[in-house]
């Protein structure tokens, strides 16, 4: 089975209106010419932007007529609508047509003290409002170098695995992996890194479910550029990137795209 290449752009805490139309419309126009180029461009990828979630209401305006899909950063873990100031819900993003959702990015992991099993809550969350959860793992830079990234990474995948509400035949989920300490840092993990933790993940859903382990796609988020984002993305098992910085310019994230033909 071939899985489409699914290129994730991450904005975080970025964009104000004049900044996010000038973007949009760049995107449009840009993409429209690289399928131009390349007949099939769709057939290969999917291109999605995660925004703050005030913007979704002017990403639904620019892209909901075209093969651009967009979601947002974050979600909360309450199921129903109630006094949660502050947060959003599953249904919200539902209203925005929001096709996925970020969780348990590290950021979120390490400065606001998600758990992994607050991110499970999250995960099912998704799922039962039909939005496909991308979810984030990575070790942070002194468990690589006592070699427990792996280990760190299955702990939190069987945090989602382990839970009762699982269900190992449902393949609408996105892992990402994001080795903390190459996030922003300009450091990227290398072919062999990133190849050695991606086929670990892919063991570990054959060991749940062999159609499953063909269907979920791994991204790889930490420091992608163009510059890198070729050597990158022709790994097996790399079925794509979460993509931070140089998603907020179009010509970037373009570039990025452009590097799996």
């Given at each position: 089975?071939?899985?489409?290449?699914?290129?994730?752009?991450?904005?975080?805490?970025?964009g104000s209106l004049q900044q996010n139309e000038i973007f949009f419309k760049d995107l449009l126009s840009m993409s429209e010419n690289l399928s131009k180029k390349y007949n099939d461009f769709y057939n290969h990828l999917e291109l999605s932007l995660f925004v703050p979630s005030l913007y979704l209401f002017q990403a639904q305006n620019f892209l909901a007529n075209s093969a651009i899909s967009f979601g947002t950063q974050n979600v909360s873990?309450?199921?129903e609508n109630g006094a949660f100031t502050g947060e959003i819900s599953a249904k919200m993003l539902k209203d925005f047509a929001a096709?996925?959702?970020?969780?348990?990015h590290s950021e979120r992991r390490q400065l606001l003290g998600e758990t992994d099993e607050f991110i499970a809550e999250k995960f099912f969350i998704l799922q039962q409002n039909d939005i496909i959860p991308i979810l984030c793992i990575g070790e942070t830079q002194k468990e690589y170098e006592e070699s427990r990234g792996i280990a760190v990474i299955l702990q939190q995948l069987n945090a989602i695995f382990a839970n009762p509400k699982f269900d190992k035949n449902n393949a609408n989920f996105v892992i990402a992996y994001e080795p903390i300490w190459?996030?922003?840092?300009?450091l990227a993990a290398t072919p062999e890194q990133v190849q050695t933790t991606h086929l670990a993940i892919r063991k570990r859903l054959q060991e749940l479910n062999a159609d499953l382990a063909?269907?979920?796609?791994?991204?790889?988020?930490?420091?992608?550029?163009?510059?890198?984002?070729?050597?990158?993305?022709?790994?097996?098992?790399?079925?794509?990137?979460?993509i931070g910085g140089a998603s907020l310019k179009a010509n970037s994230f373009l570039a990025i795209a452009e590097s799996i033909f």
């Amino acid at each position: 089975m071939t899985r489409k290449k699914l290129i994730a752009g991450n904005w975080k805490m970025h964009g104000s209106l004049q900044q996010n139309e000038i973007f949009f419309k760049d995107l449009l126009s840009m993409s429209e010419n690289l399928s131009k180029k390349y007949n099939d461009f769709y057939n290969h990828l999917e291109l999605s932007l995660f925004v703050p979630s005030l913007y979704l209401f002017q990403a639904q305006n620019f892209l909901a007529n075209s093969a651009i899909s967009f979601g947002t950063q974050n979600v909360s873990n309450q199921a129903e609508n109630g006094a949660f100031t502050g947060e959003i819900s599953a249904k919200m993003l539902k209203d925005f047509a929001a096709k996925y959702t970020i969780i348990g990015h590290s950021e979120r992991r390490q400065l606001l003290g998600e758990t992994d099993e607050f991110i499970a809550e999250k995960f099912f969350i998704l799922q039962q409002n039909d939005i496909i959860p991308i979810l984030c793992i990575g070790e942070t830079q002194k468990e690589y170098e006592e070699s427990r990234g792996i280990a760190v990474i299955l702990q939190q995948l069987n945090a989602i695995f382990a839970n009762p509400k699982f269900d190992k035949n449902n393949a609408n989920f996105v892992i990402a992996y994001e080795p903390i300490w190459a996030i922003g840092s300009g450091l990227a993990a290398t072919p062999e890194q990133v190849q050695t933790t991606h086929l670990a993940i892919r063991k570990r859903l054959q060991e749940l479910n062999a159609d499953l382990a063909e269907k979920v796609k791994i991204l790889y988020g930490g420091s992608v550029k163009p510059e890198n984002s070729k050597q990158l993305l022709n790994l097996p098992n790399v079925d794509g990137a979460l993509i931070g910085g140089a998603s907020l310019k179009a010509n970037s994230f373009l570039a990025i795209a452009e590097s799996i033909f």
